[in-house]
């Protein structure tokens, strides 16, 4: 049950980052809230959704980022306020819409949340959204702890509303994902009611006239930002050095300034509001110190535009001394820490600084190893995307033409690695696997020989590749699809998407079918139960053979851990002691060193292969490997 919800104003909990910026949302009086799930940013719909029908709001789980914006935009263009929120490479998705929308301004509030993934802990890419606002024109808002989350997020409703247009809010991982006390505030009694004013259209045209409004908004957001609470000064009146930070930033600089004991000779200043800048803030803590070191993640955002506004006002500034990514003195790449900024301040202040003894740390590591015990970065016991790399793997073998798979975002983004027998060759965007299929599907004019397969997961599917689909039929691409239908999005948390029959809001709906959809599109397609791998090989061959056109093939199988839940093991499995032959029978223990399912385990004592019981959800695969057929299953 989610805490989200909870009525007591004044009463503090512990909450995630995007849980606070949920509470925020409904403090705000949201009432329409949309997204495509993607970590960090995925617990904002996630825990809006369990309590959506109480609050009396909408939320959805869209089928992809643009289209969870325009959601939340028709609810403000309705008079209602919406919330969308996303990971950075979902705003990339939304960003043509967004780039529209800016010019044709909106009218209840529109919140965007965008929760970056500094050192791409769980992402394809590294990348800072901050520079979508700048090149929106839109205002941005940091957090930099949870009560400010929650605060923001409540406040940006209202600065939207007011500047009728929508308000960017950037999170990070640390913040998103950690938790802190949250003091609730009130919630609303009342709900809108929607009405679409008919009277004018809303079109970004004139477009210079509208390009120009947008400016004259952006200014008067400047001015809203003065005297902004979310931009705080901590420190000495004349600062040594002043530290410009936002988001976790501040936190990391607390706490090395802090640590060294440099409270009396550096300042702290947070700036909570980043696009535009908040001018006459800046102007008064730009004058407070000579030296200026920024503080933030990813990109060198604030920094080249702090340098800008302060080489525009030089003659009031006079001359600084500016540290930071661009002079080498923080990390230009990857997540901040504490230590990072200890490291630097003690090279600018050559101060003495105990830190941890080494055997403190080995010992808090060895105490937390317990917790989380080593695994590798591979499929699940009984995944059905490991069943199914291995088919492909056996096919192209057979095929015998250096055939290829590109692939794209998913759990089954692993098979570019050992767990998928390193199958898959590209790894871009959502639904890329099958876009660049496409281009290599036309290349067999220029004498490429190799067949082309892409690959994709059922939510990727109905995010992207149904375009690239489309594209392939028409122009005539010539390429095998593969759709590992698993029925789910897994990968983020098991959201639901349009195959699942299911609604963010707990409604059972009709599944949108992915065979249909292809056969609707007059595609070649067939569906195949990976955990029959030679009937997946067998067609896999066959639809290799045919070289003309695109063809799909749809890999069904429900996800190991959605099945485990629903209905436990299909077999019990066992590995027969004396059929397994270990070192002695020539198949270098192919299921625990090649097929590396975590549910075989390799004995060194009686040096032959076993099944751990507590990990093998019995998906009976390994049994059709073992070149000994020493793996014996039963039904259960
Ligand atoms: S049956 Fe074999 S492949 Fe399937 S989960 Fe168990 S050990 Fe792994
Ligand atoms: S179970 Fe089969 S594949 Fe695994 S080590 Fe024994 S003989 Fe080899």
């Known amino acids: 049950m989610s805490l989200i919800k909870t009525d007591a104003p004044g009463r503090r909990l512990l909450l995630m980052g995007n849980e606070a910026m949920a509470r925020g949302a409904l403090e705000a009086g949201v009432e329409v809230c ?194 902004s609470g979310f931009n705080q000064y901590r420190g000495p009146q004349r600062p040594e050095l002043l530290i410009l930070t936002s988001g976790a930033g501040f936190m990391y600089s607390l706490e090395a300034v802090s640590n060294l004991g440099l409270g009396d000779r550096v300042g702290i200043a947070k700036l909570g509001t980043t696009w535009p800048l908040p001018e006459t803030f800046l102007k008064e803590q730009l004058a407070r110190s000579q030296k200026v070191l920024f503080v933030e993640e990813v990109d060198p955002f604030m920094e080249s535009n702090v340098k800008g506004f302060a080489a525009q006002n030089q003659t009031q500034l006079g001359p600084k001394i500016f540290l930071g990514k661009s002079s080498g003195t923080i990390p230009d790449i990857g997540e901040l820490t504490p230590d990072h900024l200890i490291k630097v301040l003690r090279e600018l202040f050559d101060v003495r600084y105990q830190p941890r003894p080494q055997a403190y740390i080995q010992e808090a590591m060895e105490a937390a190893s317990h917790l989380a015990p080593p695994r590798t ?125 299911r609604t963010a809001m707990g409604e059972t709906v009709d599944p949108i079918d992915i065979e249909g959809l292809c056969r609707a599109l007059g595609v070649q397609v067939k569906s195949v139960d990976p955990f029959d791998l030679d009937s997946t090989v067998e067609v896999l061959t066959d639809f290799l053979r045919q070289e003309k056109g695109v063809r799909v093939l749809v890999l069904k199988q429900e996800c190991a851990l959605v099945r485990g839940k629903r209905q436990g093991r299909l077999f019990k499995i066992r590995v027969d002691q004396d059929r397994c032959l270990g070192l002695q029978c020539g198949c270098n223990r192919l299921c625990t060193r090649v097929f590396r399912c975590p549910g075989l385990v390799w004995d060194s004592t009686s040096g032959k292969a076993t099944v751990d019981d507590a990990i093998c959800t019995g998906c009976g695969v390994c049994a059709t490997i073992c070149p000994a057929s020493a793996i014996l299953k039963e039904a259960v």
């Open 377 to 501: 970065l591979g499929f699940c016991a009984g995944c059905p995307h490991r069943a199914t790399y291995w088919a492909v793997k056996k096919a192209l073998a057979l095929d015998g033409r250096e055939g290829f798979v590109l692939g794209d975002i998913g759990c089954y983004s692993l098979g570019m690695g050992p767990a998928g027998f390193f199958q898959m060759k590209t790894l871009h965007a959502m639904g890329s696997g099958a876009g660049l299929a496409n281009g290599f599907g036309q290349l067999g004019r220029f004498g490429l020989d190799q067949p082309v397969l892409a690959v994709c997961g059922d939510s990727t599917f109905y995010h992207a590749a149904i375009p690239a689909l489309v594209n392939a039929k028409y122009n005539g691409s010539s390429f095998l699809m593969l759709i590992l239908d698993n029925r789910a999005t897994a990968m983020t948390g098991f959201q639901p998407h349009p195959g699942t029959g």
């Open 34 to 227: 949309a997204a495509y799930p993607g970590n960090p940013s995925s617990e904002i719909i996630g825990c809006l959704s369990q309590v959506a029908e109480e609050m009396g709001i909408y939320v959805e789980w869209s089928v992809n980022e643009k289209v969870a914006l325009e959601v939340a935009a028709a609810a403000s263009l309705a008079g209602l306020r919406g919330l969308a929120a996303m990971k950075q490479n979902g705003l990339n998705v939304a960003s043509d819409f967004l780039l529209n929308l800016n010019l044709t301004g909106t009218k209840g509030g529109l919140v965007v949340v965008v929760c970056d993934d500094p050192s791409a802990l769980s992402s394809s890419n590294e990348e800072d959204s901050r520079a979508f606002a700048r090149l929106a024109d839109l205002p941005l808002l940091e957090p930099s702890g949870f009560q400010e989350a929650k605060e923001m997020t409540k406040w940006a409703f209202e600065l939207s509303e007011e500047l009728g247009l929508p308000c960017l809010i950037r999170s990070v991982t640390r913040v998103s994902h950690a938790r802190g006390n949250v003091e609730l505030g009130e919630l609303p009694t009342q709900r809108r009611r929607a009405h679409f004013d008919t009277s004018k259209p809303i079109l970004p045209v004139p477009v210079v006239w509208a390009h120009r409004l947008l400016h004259q908004k952006l200014a008067k957001c400047r001015d809203r930002f003065h005297g």
